[in-house]
Each structure stands twice: as C-alpha cells, then as structure tokens.
C-alpha cells in the first residue's frame, strides 16, 4: 500500500468526485495530520511558529466555521505509538469532524472564511490523509454510536 501526504488535493479527477453528493447521511471526515517542524507561509511572512501552532491557529478557527455549515470536531489526539502494521512515519495528529453531509464540508472549504483561515493549515502541514467515513448500518443502537449526541 502506498500513501501519499498531500496539502490540497493533486488529482483534478478527485476534486470532481469531492463534488459529488456524496452518502447519506452524516459524514465523518478523518484527518490524519503531518505538522511541518517550522510553519512556511506561501506569501513568505515571517514567522516563529511551529507546523503545529500554525495549523492550531487554523483549527482554532475552524472550530468556530464548522457550526456555520452544520458541522462539529468529535475527536482529536496526538498520534503516539504505531501498534500494528509498518509506515515509514508516523502522522502527528489524528482528528475526525462530523458533517451532516459532503456538500456541507465542500461548502464550507469554498467559503471567505475558510480560506482566510487555510493560510494556517497550508503554512502547517508537511501533508495529510482526509478519509470520508460513514456510520455502518445497524449501529443504531450501539453504545459508541449514542456517545455521538443527538441526530447521529
């Protein structure tokens, strides 16, 4: 299996099928984050930040944006040990944010607000995985699935 870190997304052919509609349902988008060691902004400012706290700016701001468009984080930790299976590095950060469906996360990554903020993420990310999930049928009932909150 080969994986490929990416900032944006490099196939025109992906970004077609991002504008899909997508499954039903609610979408839970797993991000699996490389932080650059030093932030590198593209208009070359300055700066002393780290990958990390240049991309924090960012989420910080995305927090506030994901409501906006029907969204929310449900899970962020540090990457700390690889358990099972070989990659040659590790991500740093895995976090995984819900939206009520692809056309909702599509919108809100072309809207003013969302790209002011992706200067941080660009400038902060050595690369990334994103990974559409969706609930499985017949979880309605499981316990993991109630800890979500209401209309999951």
Known sequence: ?????????SDPARVQEMMQP?????I????????????EYEDGRETTLSGREAYML??????????????RAVFVADVTFLSLGQVEELWDEIAIVMYP????????????????????RTAGLKGQLNIETVLPPGSEDAPWRKALGAGV
Do not use: Q
């Not at 299996?1 to 997304?9: F, I, Q, S």
């Not at 839970?28 to 932030?39: E, G, P, T, W």
């Not at 960012?58 to 969204?71: C, D, H, M, Q, S």
């Open 22 to 26: 997508g499954p039903e349902g609610p």
């Open 101 to 120: 469906g692809r056309a909702d996360l599509t919108r809100m990554s072309m809207s003013p607000e969302w790209r002011e903020a992706s200067v941080h």
């Open 28 to 39: 839970f988008m797993v991000n699996m984050l490389k932080f650059k060691d030093k932030a």
């Open 1 to 9: 299996m080969e994986v490929v870190n990416e900032v944006l997304p």
């Open 58 to 71: 960012y989420a910080r701001a995305v927090t506030e944006i994901l409501p906006k468009f029907g969204g």
